[in-house]
């Protein structure tokens, strides 16, 4: 909502605890969503940078074997999966949350349970989910880290 908008609804008296409109707004903001806006041709990166860098932003920094990581025999990988099944149970409306933390290919642990509230929303069941999947996930990494492997 643009300021203009806000400042019509409170002279309207739609929003009836905000007296005046003052709004310090960003830049983008003011100027909107631009289109077809180009970009500076000097200090070109080459594509696969760019690539990594959106990669990066979008997922978090990983180890990704292509971009020329070798992974020896004795690295430890604990990789971790995780699911809120939302058809769970029909009868209490909870939702089953499932994991599943395996190093190599062998399965090291694994859960699968009736969350133990009603979640509101999807991304609330979600949320629970991947909370008890980051609580196996620390205990699993300090575990390892007792074993000496990193």
């Not at 999947?133 to 205990?139: D, P, R």
């Amino acid at each position: 909502m643009s300021e203009k908008g806000m400042k019509i609804l409170v002279s309207k008296g739609k929003i009836p605890k905000l007296k005046e409109v003052e709004v310090g707004f960003c830049e983008p903001c003011m100027f909107g969503k631009q289109k077809r806006v180009t970009f500076a041709k000097s200090g070109r990166m080459p594509k696969v940078e760019k690539l990594e860098l959106v990669h990066t932003d979008v997922y978090g920094p990983t180890l990704v074997s292509s971009l020329g990581r070798s992974r020896s025999k004795n690295d430890v990988i604990l990789e971790g999966y995780s699911d809120a099944y939302l058809g769970g149970c029909s009868n209490t409306r909870k939702t089953t949350t499932r994991f599943v933390f395996t190093i190599g290919s062998t399965t090291v642990s694994w859960m699968s349970r009736l969350q133990k509230s009603v979640a509101l929303s999807t991304i609330e069941a979600e949320y629970m989910t991947i909370s008890e999947a980051g609580k196996e996930l620390i205990w699993l990494k300090n575990f390892l880290e007792e074993l000496g492997k990193k």
